[in-house]
T-cell receptor
Framework: NAGVMQNPRHLVRRRGQEARLRCSPM?????VYWYRQLPEEGLKFMVY????????ESGMPKERFSAEFPKEGPSILRIQQVVRGDSAAYFC????????????FGPGTRLTVL | GEDVEQSLFLSVREGDSSVINCTYT??????LYWYKQEPGAGLQLLTY?????DMKQDQRLTVLLNKKDKHLSLRIADTQTGDSAIYFC????????????FGTGTQLKVEL
């Protein structure tokens, strides 16, 4: 059973470009979470999604950030008009439909904004 | 409010026990977690404890929870060089949805 998959692992963007980060949850998992880790800090919750629904986006910046988890395909975290402060590691986690107790994390996407 | 704190750094000798501590402020925590992060990698779930438990043991890992003091610890017995990593504690709150609130992480260095 493959773990949570994220791609790309590393992404470099110039200021003003768009960044698209993809996450494929573990098989049988229908809950997806995105977290951001700034350098030397812990992870901060961004958004929690189920298929075709955003359940909790209380950690998402109000502008430029959006997330989706379509019926088919991976979850996407989209950052428009990136700025240097967006440079961070973005982690996706998933949990099973029947149990919220465990969140399994992917390897992360490290975004660098030049 | 939500606030989870950890000491930043711990150094131990190989073979000794390591104890990593965590304090939290919100008494409505339901589950408390320990994750391990190796350099350049994602987070690996090590163990978790439900808030009505005092202790949980899993092989070399022992989790102790003191609800009165809002203190959580992770003890690693017979620490090995492969245990060198950053350890994060996290809490999930009652009524807080499924999101986890993480501490800042403790970097464990195991010396020969």
């Amino acid at each position: 059973n493959a773990g949570v998959m994220q791609n790309p692992r590393h992404l470099v963007r110039r200021r003003g470009q768009e960044a698209r980060l993809r996450c494929s949850p573990m098989k049988g998992h229908s809950h997806v979470y995105w977290y951001r880790q700034l350098p030397e800090e812990g992870l901060k919750f961004m958004v929690y999604l189920q298929k075709e629904n955003i359940i909790d986006e209380s950690g998402m910046p109000k502008e430029r950030f959006s997330a989706e988890f379509p019926k088919e395909g991976p979850s996407i975290l989209r950052i428009q008009q990136v700025v240097r402060g967006d440079s961070a590691a973005y982690f996706c986690a998933s949990s099973p439909t029947t149990s919220y107790n465990e969140q399994f994390f992917g390897p992360g996407t490290r975004l660098t904004v030049l | 409010g939500e606030d989870v704190e950890q000491s930043l750094f711990l150094s131990v000798r190989e073979g000794d026990s390591s104890v990593i501590n965590c304090t939290y402020t919100d008494s409505s925590s339901t589950y408390l977690y320990w994750y391990k992060q190796e350099p350049g990698a994602g987070l690996q779930l090590l163990t978790y404890i439900f808030s009505n438990m005092d202790m949980k043991q899993d092989q070399r890992l022992t989790v102790l929870l003191n609800k009165k003091d809002k203190h959580l610890s992770l003890r690693i017995a017979d620490t090995q060089t492969g245990d060198s990593a950053i350890y994060f504690c996290a809490e999930r709150l009652t009524g807080g949805g499924n999101k986890l609130t993480f501490g800042t992480g403790t970097q464990l260095k195991v010396e020969l």
